[in-house]
């Protein structure tokens, strides 16, 4: 079993709709949890990072994580076709070493 | 130009051959990495440097070695290139002290697409 799973998708929604991404995991040592966004042939881009539990909003994108489920997830508001791209998320420990350990990401449509 | 610069970012090779990726950084960041990116399997970590003296192996080290020439330069060679080696490589650098938290943030390359014969 891996410790983050992913669906990989693809996940095909029409402009303006609401877009949910999750992921779950198997280690409870996790404590920072992040969302890359990456592009057809680009490396991938931090989007946001939360740490421990919670939710975090910034702008059209709301990152929320309940540790209780292992299971973390990303809203994207109002999705518009720039937000066509693959979703990794990626998840460390509180020792800071910058191990991440990434799900497979999922790849998302956006349809005008 | 890009914070995270790699070269080549394209290339075919066959079995047994050596092979370095280059990766050159402008963020003043200590640490580097090495990812590597598999179709369903997400990145996978193959080496990491917290500064030049300081090198570790990563998730799946085994077939790459890496060298550290500076503190802006992260090179990852595969000495004798294999099929199960085609991947999209990655490095990235990070910034340990983002906002105080303790989050390791990584800024990636755009990545070395490397196909084995």
């Known amino acids: 079993q891996k410790e983050v799973e992913q669906d990989p998708g693809p996940l095909s929604v029409p402009e303006g709709a609401i877009v949910s991404l999750n992921c779950t995991y198997s280690?409870?040592?996790?404590?920072?949890f992040m969302w890359y966004r990456q592009y057809s042939r680009k490396g991938p881009e931090l989007l946001m990072y939360?740490?421990?539990?919670g939710n975090k909003e910034d702008g059209r994108f709301t990152a929320q994580v309940d540790k209780s489920s292992k299971y973390i997830s990303l809203f994207i508001r109002d999705s518009q076709p720039s937000d066509s791209a693959t979703y990794l998320c990626?998840?460390?420990?509180?020792?800071?070493?910058?191990?991440?350990?990434f799900g497979q990401g999922t790849t998302l449509q956006v349809k005008p | 130009d890009a914070d995270v610069t790699q070269t080549p970012r394209n290339r075919i090779t066959k079995t047994g051959k050596r092979i370095m990726l280059e990766c050159s950084q402008t963020?003043?960041?200590?640490?580097m990495y090495w990812y590597r990116q598999d179709p369903g399997l997400g990145l996978r970590l193959i080496y990491y440097?917290?500064?030049?003296?300081?090198?570790n192996k990563g998730e799946i080290s085994d077939g790459y070695s890496v060298s550290r020439q500076a503190q802006a330069k992260f090179s990852l060679s595969l000495e004798s290139a294999i099929p199960n080696q085609t991947a999209l490589y990655f490095c990235?650098?990070?910034?340990?002290?983002?906002?105080?938290?303790?989050?390791?943030?990584?800024?990636f390359g755009a990545g070395s697409r490397l196909t084995v014969l």
């Open positions: 440097s917290f500064d030049v003296k300081d090198i």
């Open positions: 939360t740490y421990s539990s």
């Open positions: 280690n409870s040592a996790f404590q920072y």
């Open positions: 990626a998840m460390s420990g509180a020792s800071n070493t910058g191990k991440l350990i």
């Open positions: 963020k003043g960041h200590d640490r």
């Open positions: 990235a650098t990070s910034d340990p002290g983002l906002e105080g938290s303790g989050a390791n943030v990584l800024t």
